[in-house]
């Protein structure tokens, strides 16, 4: 058998990345090591040259309204707190899906605690949210809807355009996490309706960690939890309000935006289109592989649509199999909650979860065809 | 104060204690880590002995098969779970009441274990396991402080009395410790409880020769008991000069991450122990000792006993997931008394 470890683990981050990304980081730490903004020597304005460079790409990969509107964060989980706690105090509304991470729910949960009201849409059989259960819930009222493009559990896509035509159609905004699909579905924002865009930087955009992106919609007023230097208006007590420093203070992560910028630039040579299409592929052949072995359930939408496949194993406790296929086969899937508990009671699944496979654009048949074996042993064996 | 006089008078009259051994040792520091069947023993004798502080420290909870051999605990302990540390300072207090206690219920790791043994007077071993005996020594080295090795399991135990820059340290005698594990416990092979009483009675012996100030009386070789064979040997021990803890004062393991990791298992109520696999893991061996001991189910990729109310699965490389906890403390303490360490 070959040893080789199988890495299936890519909507928890992926690996590898392509060179270019650990090239960019590179140069940038030894080439650039001013702190952008800051200082008029040329290597601080190199630095933030790489800075507002990467803005700028952001800002087009994602259609957004400009590219001072493109936040640098630590991760997803960052960008989501800064906007549902700038957006959201008492009083206010917000309507949730029934597939979200705890990076949504937690801070959702918290904020309800303080008197944000909070509703939770339904799901369907098809692991979509219930359309007419989430426009009842806006027509209640609603000030921001929060909602992830896909699951991280089963990959499922929701419909994003009619949601967000929903709750604009009722006076709200649209908050999209959008942790599974950046850099592995097209996001258009203007086109989809999204209003303010959560994503991390190390999953399909192919960065390193330590690097998220919030992306704020023209209008919208975020109240800043964190504040500090910003290398603007510094004369003023107080943060300022103007985009993008009032919600970036502190130096950035310069490396990790490099290492970003150089991951889009990736994505572009390769063309999202193919990387959406080889990931969907690739879980349709482990789909219909899974679902010929006696006593595998598969939880995945009919036609995957990215490289998410949560599956279970009759008679095995998803922790163990979990731990044998990394032991015993050399293959690295997650197993258990994936941090999204309310996906699991959606689907019951609840609370052993499932183990999960995710793909990224450097798996091939190859290793589809090494976890189908393993999988095909394991179930053999009980 | 009149009672104080009497407390302490037949101590006093040992000749080479005197009042002004008794005094040292009522200003004395004694830290006890791990308070088992070693270091529960330990903790009864120095708490009656006047000691000025003791510090209590375990990670472990009482259950009901420490009760043979554990004195400091009864029956209501093991049925509340107690922390160990707790449990002990609760029975001390009654025991006397006019000795300082400071409890730590906590893994000795390499991030805590200077902080653990910082101020000691001495320090005792009342430990299951090699790895941390290695982190005490090099903190004792580092920070001078004398400590005592006692080890006991089945019939036969052992003790050493280690002055830092004086005698052999346990890397001297032991220069492979940190890399071995044993699958041989006392929960998977038994203890008789004299010897631990005698070999905890023998370091809280030795204590008291430092605490009095009579460190010229302590026991300068390695000695071993085997009560059921009645033999006692001894063995000259030696400082290695290419040492690298008590020569050239490195301190490696001091440096490294924790031997043992843990990972939660998200949203279930099991641990992942994931111990430093690039030693090796004698699978067959743990096996075999854990099967002469209890039921186990094995299949080609893992071996599963249950204890207690936790059940135990291991991998072939030596990684075990626990279930029925999700304290990593538990886990890794459940590891090392039923895989070894």
């Known amino acids: ?375 095909r042993q394991l179930s053999a064996s009980n | 104060m009149a009672h104080e006089e009497s407390r302490y008078s037949r101590q006093v009259l040992v000749s080479w204690i005197g009042e002004k051994g008794q005094e040292a040792i009522m200003n004395g520091t004694a830290v006890i880590i791990g308070l088992g069947a070693l270091g529960s023993t330990i903790a009864n004798i120095l708490a009656r002995s006047g000691v000025g502080t003791l510090r209590l420290v375990d990670r472990d909870f009482v259950d009901w098969t420490n009760l043979q051999r554990q004195g400091l605990y009864d029956e209501a302990d093991a049925r509340n779970s107690l922390p160990k540390a707790v449990a002990a300072k609760e029975h001390l207090v009654r025991i006397n009441s006019e000795i300082n206690y400071e409890v730590i219920v906590d893994d000795v790791n390499p991030g805590n274990v200077e902080r653990v043994v910082a101020g000691a007077s001495v320090v005792l071993d009342g430990l299951d396991n090699f790895y941390t005996r290695v982190l005490i020594n090099e903190a004792c080295v580092k920070l001078g402080i004398p400590w005592i090795h006692g080890a006991c399991i089945s019939t036969y135990g052992t003790l050493a009395t280690i002055l830092p820059g004086d005698t052999a340290c346990y890397n001297c005698l032991f220069p492979d410790a940190s890399s071995m594990t044993s699958p041989y416990t006392c929960d998977t092979v038994g203890v008789l409880g004299p010897i631990a009483f005698i070999i905890a009675s023998w370091e809280a012996s030795e204590a008291l020769k430092i605490l009095a100030g009579r460190k010229d009386l302590v026991s300068r070789k390695l000695m071993w008991l085997d009560l059921w064979k009645n033999e006692i040997t001894s063995i000259l021990t030696e400082r290695d000069r290419e040492c690298p803890v008590c020569a050239a004062r490195e301190f490696p393991m001091l440096q490294q991450h924790d031997r043992v990791m843990t990972s939660s298992i998200c949203g279930r109520n099991a641990v992942q122990v994931l111990p430093d696999v690039s030693r090796g893991f004698d699978f067959e061996s743990t096996l075999h000792v854990l099967s002469r001991a209890f039921p186990v189910e094995f299949n080609q990729y893992l071996l599963r006993i249950h204890c207690g109310e936790h059940e135990i699965v291991l991998f072939r490389d030596g990684r075990a997931i626990v279930f029925g906890t999700s304290d990593p403390k538990v886990a890794k303490s459940l590891y090392t008394r039923y895989i070894g360490g």
């Open chain 1, 1 to 375: 058998m070959d040893r080789k470890f199988v890495y299936l683990d890519n909507a928890a981050t992926t690996w590898p990345k392509p060179d270019v990304v650990y090239e960019a980081i590179n140069e940038c730490v030894r080439r650039l090591g001013a702190n952008p903004g800051r200082s008029s020597h040329r290597m601080s304005i190199q630095a933030e040259q790489l800075v507002q460079e990467a803005r700028l790409l952001l800002a087009k990969f994602f259609n957004a309204p400009s590219p001072d509107h493109v936040i640098f964060t630590l991760n997803c989980t960052d960008s989501l707190n800064i906007a549902l706690k700038g957006l959201l105090r008492a009083g206010k509304k917000a309507i949730t899906g029934p597939y979200e991470h705890n990076s949504v729910m937690r801070p959702l949960r918290r904020l309800q605690s303080a008197g944000v009201s909070v509703s939770v849409a339904r799901g369907t059989e098809g692991l979509r949210v219930d359309m007419d259960h989430f426009r009842e819930l806006c027509l209640q009222g609603v000030d921001v809807a929060v909602v992830s493009h896909a699951s991280n559990v089963t990959g499922c896509i929701q419909p994003i355009a009619e949601m967000a035509e929903v709750v604009h159609q009722n006076g709200g905004i649209l908050v999209l996490d959008a942790a599974q699909t950046a850099g592995t579905t097209e996001i258009d924002m203007m086109k989809l309706g999204v209003d303010v865009l959560a994503a991390p930087g190390h999953k399909g955009l192919l960065g390193p960690m330590g690097v998220g992106i919030l992306i704020v919609g023209p209008g919208l007023e975020i109240d800043p939890f964190r504040e500090g230097g910003t290398g603007f208006r510094s004369e003023d007590d107080f943060q300022p309000r103007d985009l993008p420093w009032g919600l970036e203070a502190g130096t950035p992560n310069l490396p990790g935006i490099a290492g970003l910028a150089a991951g889009i630039r990736f994505i572009q040579s390769v063309g999202i289109d193919s990387i959406s299409a080889r990931e969907a592929e690739l879980s349709r052949a482990l789909c219909e592989g899974l679902r010929n072995i006696h006593g595998v359930r598969v939880f995945c939408p009919v036609e995957p649509q990215n490289g998410i496949v949560s599956f279970t194993i009759d008679s095995y406790d998803v922790a163990l199999a979990g731990a044998i296929l990394d032991q015993a086969f050399g293959i690295g899937v997650r197993a258990g909650l994936h941090c999204a508990p309310a996906t699991h009671r959606a689907i019951g699944t609840f609370p052993n979860g499932t183990l999960r496979a995710s793909f990224g654009y450097f798996n091939h048949f190859g290793h589809v065809e090494r976890l189908l074996s393993a999988v």
